[in-house]
């Protein structure tokens, strides 16, 4: 029981981090437009970002230094700027959308309008992030996030093919842009530079020290796994009922309609229920993830640990990127749209995210006994040349594509 | 490198634009992406409406995702019904398009007004079944 309630930080972090809005609806567009060939994708983003993971909770339980203060430490004033600005924009673009698509989860239950659950959201959030602890924040959205694993059900139900399951885990060439465009997506969701941010920082947050490292891994491992597993899940449900129809899918609703197939109302109410703590949990790494990078990069007292009375300048900035996100969302901007943009344009500051904790973690100096060893090395450097690829073609086959379509 | 990922996010973003789009007259592929769009949002309908016919579905959500749906179809409707056809065989596709858009939509707003009437539902989705058969007999016409 102690080992299920320690994998909390692991599980909201994936959960939050590749099963938000946009990946929600990105992966069920890849199954409908690509199918079951690009699923090789998800696990080897997934792997990325356990490789990455595990390396930045060990950094933290051996130094107490979060992401920021590494990209702080090794980057000088002008860069790590710049990398605080491009992922505050991201991220904050991507906590409106998450809002966004929290209003549009709550309407479908009681149909009033998304724009006043928007609000409700809003509210709904600030309240858990006053009032509960942070462990208690991860519990509620991480677990109850978990109700999506209905997908993997949903997808077994539907009596796949699984020879051609097991064919798309393995790569394969492929001509068409769309293919690569879907891959490089897919790929990428696994890695959005929030979910590195609020992992380290949450680890900061829980004291870890260089005891937990069992802790660290089994989060890093079970918890992104976990995630990576749902979203195999979405994808091959979407290539069973939304390919053969035609079907693009477009919006929540739509991800939602692939459990109602096979499990009728049940299975809706459980994909919605699964969707509503996923974005919620988004909506949390992003505010957090925000406020802690501001707070790092300025040198300010951060965290949920202390009293957020205690500590103005975050809890402002906390609640500032919190409004920000809401006046983009109440603009009724398309959440999907939002999260997909942020998805790919995050790709360029992935290395500028991923190379601190790569140096720091093969640092002897730092690290001392829990250095990276010869496969976490090799592991990261082939991470990081894979991410600094994406950068490259991301964008491009976004144009060539006319981003999937 | 930074230079150059910048310069390509401002192209992509101008590419991805809506005004992209805009300054001449629709071609066929554009015109053939926007009905796969009306082809697509018909079989959603149809797969909503046969839940909807069975029973195996929450009338609020089946209400909500069908005027989303519905909002898809207006959207397409109106940027076909405000895009210029040079071409004789373009424009009387466009204007099939858009009258193919209004049936779907007419289609949807059954779904969203009876959400709970398996009868109605099984209409709705032999009639959506049909309209994306329709538009995708259009789309491959171009």
New interface residues.
Partial sequence: MKTIFSIALGVIAAIGGFVDIGDLVFNAQAGSSVGTPALWATPVGVVGIMVFAEMSGRIVAVSKKPNFVLVKERYGRTLST?TLAASLVLTVLTLAAELGGLGFAL?????VSVSFFVLVALFAVAAAIYFLPFGGIERLFGYLGLALLVYIAASIKLDPDWGEIGRGFVPETHSAAVYWYFVVGLIAAALMPYEIYFYSSGAVEEGWNPEDMTVNRTNAFVGFGLGGLISVGILVAAAQ??KP???????L??V??LT??PY??LG??LA?IGILFAVGGATIDTAFSAAYNLAQHQGWKWGKRFKLLDEPRFTLSLAGFLLAGFAIAETGVDPVELTE?AV??SI?VLPLTYLPILLVGNDRAVMGAHVNGPLARAMGWFYFVLICLL??AA??L??AT??G? | MRGRSITLLVVAFAAASPLSGCGGPITPGELSRSIETLESTAAEGALLANDVARDRTKATFARVHARDLGDVVQHEAEKLQDAEADQGHVAAAKTNAVDLADRIGMTLGQIQTAPGSETDGRKAEAALTRLSEDAKKLADGL
Wanted: hydrophobic share 50%; charged share 5%.
């Fill in positions: 710049f309407n479908y239950f009681f149909d009922i939304f129809a035609g079907i693009s899918p477009t919006s609703g739509s939602a309609l109602q197939q009728a109302e809706l109410i919605l943009y790919i344009f360029p950068a490259l964008p491009v976004f144009i006319n981003g379509g």
